[in-house]
T-cell receptor, first 112, second 114 residues
Framework: AQSVTQPDIHITVSEGASLELRCNYS??????LFWYVQSPGQGLQLLLKYFSGDTLVQGIKGFEAEFKRSQSSFNLRKPSVHWSDAAEYFCAVSGGYNKLIFGAGTRLAVHP | DTEVTQTPKHLVMGMTNKKSLKCEQHMGHRAMYWYKQKAKKPPELMFV???????INESVPSRFSPECPNSSLLNLHLHALQPEDSALYLC?????????????FGPGTRLTVT
């Protein structure tokens, strides 16, 4: 069965520090992977996606993610976090009929 | 323009009311989705419309009735809801229903059932 695991429920970092959010997936075929961000009470905004090709993908707001097939991972990174990055982050894999299967989410808090 | 709009932003309804949520996109997308999101949880898929036809119903109770009047509009009709149906309802759209099409989400409707 397809699934996505985000091991970290809550992460706190200092402003200016680097960030890595973990995501592991379980999917039989070539996965289509996404990272979304959600600010409180808002909809989801697509940060980046991986379909094929270069395993390091660049997204909006200075985020990047690396696809590692051997580790079934798609971790999200940012070299320097800004206070406005505080939000909920969801990793997702696309199944049949474009059904998105989300991880449980990681809540990011940023200390000034 | 990658905007999906949803109205209303907030909705409070009693258990005997009938109301509708509306979603609109003008990106020429041919697949549209309804998700339900409870607090501190990821979105859960409810319905998928592909080319204006219902293609997926994730065993949603009949008190939720989706409608796709045309390729740009998606409605969710609500009737006889329960307090546990209170949630953020998100609409999304994508170019098609293939797995390599990213979904764009609206801001959601915050529904409270009293």
């Amino acid at each position: 069965a397809q699934s996505v695991t985000q091991p970290d429920i809550h992460i706190t970092v200092s402003e200016g520090a680097s960030l890595e959010l973990r995501c592991n997936y379980s999917y039989g075929a070539t996965p289509y992977l996404f990272w979304y961000v959600q600010s409180p009470g808002q909809g989801l905004q697509l940060l980046l996606k991986y379909f094929s090709g270069d395993t390091l993908v660049q997204g909006i707001k200075g985020f990047e993610a690396e696809f590692k097939r051997s580790q079934s991972s798609f971790n999200l990174r940012k070299p320097s976090v800004h206070w406005s990055d505080a939000a909920e982050y969801f990793c997702a894999v696309s199944g049949g009929y474009n059904k998105l299967i989300f991880g449980a989410g990681t809540r990011l808090a940023v200390h000034p | 323009d990658t905007e999906v709009t949803q109205t209303p932003k907030h909705l409070v309804m009693g258990m005997t009311n009938k109301k509708s949520l509306k979603c609109e996109q003008h990106m020429g997308h041919r697949a549209m989705y309804w998700y339900k999101q409870k607090a501190k949880k990821p979105p859960e898929l409810m319905f998928v419309y592909s080319y204006e036809k219902l293609s997926i119903n994730e065993s949603v109770p009949s008190r939720f009735s989706p409608e796709c009047p045309n390729s740009s509009l998606l409605n969710l009709h609500l009737h006889a809801l329960q307090p546990e149906d209170s949630a953020l309802y998100l609409c999304a759209s994508s170019q098609g229903d293939r797995s390599n099409y990213e979904q764009y989400f609206g801001p959601g409707t915050r529904l409270t059932v009293t």
